[in-house]
């Protein structure tokens, strides 16, 4: 190999090596005034705060529609064994109600500055999870948001429907019970573990990207935390401090 060849090489690998993790607001920016866990506004003031991208998260109804919303069961509400109607009947802490699908996207491209991170939430038959991912990968398509859109999921049913329905999308699995070289067959786009997974097998960040995989971590909110995986060499960190890890950043 020519000497200067070898030299560039050296130097992407180290600039690869040192290139600071992207953050990732955990169920949009929601701490902070006006905002609630997976509304309209987290997403917005996520993308008013300039972050690489904005987690959110779906559920599909006892009716077959899809909702936004962490909780499996909010406000005495079991957001799969409901419909759509009597879900959207719940008022979040900022006065939005819990918006559908179709509402948080059109909201996501008004605002193209941030990437989406969508969770599909493990459902009780893989048939339904299967039913979910079409669905959501139509709508995605139909919005114009397959460059944009990161699909996650912590069952692994629902991760492979979607690499079925959108071979060409980023999937990312979110249980942690499998090495990085089990996840690279599978077409992933890496490993979105837990901080405990990640502490608990350091080694995993060194073999991900070995494998040609992207590691992000969930979910890290303290300044102890955050100083810890970027010096692993993290490429995302998911935060509900996103604030905080801007600022950290900046000082490195």
Known sequence: MKK???LLLLAGAISAASAQPRIIAHRGHWRTAGSAQNSLASFVKADSLGVYGSEMDVWLTADGKLIVNHDRIYRGIDMERSTARTIRSIVLPNGERIPTLDEYLRTVRAHPGTRLVLELKSLADPKREDEAAAKIVRKIRRYGLEERTDYIAFSINACLAFRKEAPEARVWYLEGDLAPHR??????????YSQEILHAHPEWVDEAHAQGLEVNVWTVDTEEEMRYFIA???DFITTNEPELLRRILAEE
């Open 4 to 6: 200067p060849l070898l």
């Open 183 to 192: 996840i690279a067959p599978l077409g992933f786009a890496g490993i979105d």
């Open 232 to 234: 692993q060499g993290v």
